[in-house]
């Protein structure tokens, strides 16, 4: 109280100023209409801008939320997607009169590491068996594949990602129908080549490589991405180098695929392989 008091014996002809200064400005606008709608009007624009401001960091710092919110909503659209079902059509009694049987399940899932400069890398998932994720299921974003699930803990899981020179997944060029495999190339996080497409198939740069259904890992038309260059390897096949779809320096969500009749086809064609 007594430093409130100095301070106002040391600045009582400047504070007075300030109160006859306010005095004077509330005469002057409550005297004079065009004042008085300037000042309202100067004050609601700077009110508006003080919200504005609010509002964008408010919206900035919702962004985590929102983007785990569509990222849960895409996941239910792809469910719901027809290649994600198995084509159930030949069957002569169908139960509720559908025609496909649900084949993937989409689990959504959070980025929390993820490497891109090594010769094998890895990402690391915030979901784990809890929530139904196993090894050797597909891991996709919203722009293409991504990965195989590898390990998985109670509440956590790595996936080998398709920048790792052990992963290759079946593909097959949009177009005509011409499959072979996805590798990666081991030098940028952007390219991977296209291996076992044969010499005499028609395919331009440009073109859409997608997934097959020969891993059971993925669902088919799954994007993987655009060729970008052509060339010859050897005398039976191309040399295709391919830009890829998922831009593996910017994941924050991806969905991670359970094939409910996985299971099935790989005990059926297990048997042909104790045959051989």
Request: with cysteine; aromatic share 10%; charged share 20%.
């Amino acid at each position: 109280m007594r430093n409130f008091i100095l301070i106002i014996r040391k600045y009582n002809f400047f504070i007075l100023f300030l109160l006859l200064q306010g005095l004077c400005i509330y005469l002057l606008v409550q005297n004079t209409t065009y004042q008085k709608e300037k000042v309202i009007s100067t004050s609601n624009e700077f009110v508006g801008k003080v919200y504005t401001g609010y509002s964008d960091v408010a919206d900035y710092l919702k962004l985590g939320i929102t983007n785990k919110a569509l990222s849960e909503e895409n996941a239910r659209l792809r469910k719901a997607d027809s290649a994600s079902f198995y084509d159930n059509s030949f069957r002569v009694i169908r139960v509720n009169d559908s025609l496909f049987k649900q084949q993937y399940e989409y689990i959504t899932a959070r980025v929390i590491n993820n490497s891109v400069s090594r010769i094998n890398n890895y990402i690391t998932l915030d979901k784990g068996s809890l929530q139904g994720i196993q090894p050797d299921m597909g891991v996709i974003s919203s722009n293409g594949v991504v990965g195989v699930v590898k390990d998985v803990s109670p509440h956590f899981s790595t996936v080998v990602s398709l920048l790792h020179s052990g992963f290759k997944v079946s593909s097959v060029i949009k177009k005509n129908g011409y499959f072979g495999s996805t590798v990666w190339n081991g030098t940028s996080p952007r390219f991977a080549n296209v291996l076992d497409i044969p010499i005499h198939a028609k395919i331009s740069i440009g073109d859409t490589i997608v997934t097959s259904t020969y891993s059971g890992i993925f669902p088919r038309g799954i994007m993987i991405g655009k060729i970008h260059q052509i060339g010859t390897a050897g005398e039976s096949f191309k040399e295709i180098k391919m830009l890829l779809s998922t831009d593996f320096q910017n994941i924050s969500y991806v969905y991670v695929l359970r094939n409910i009749m996985k299971a099935e086809r790989d005990t059926l064609e297990a048997k042909l392989e104790a045959i051989k």
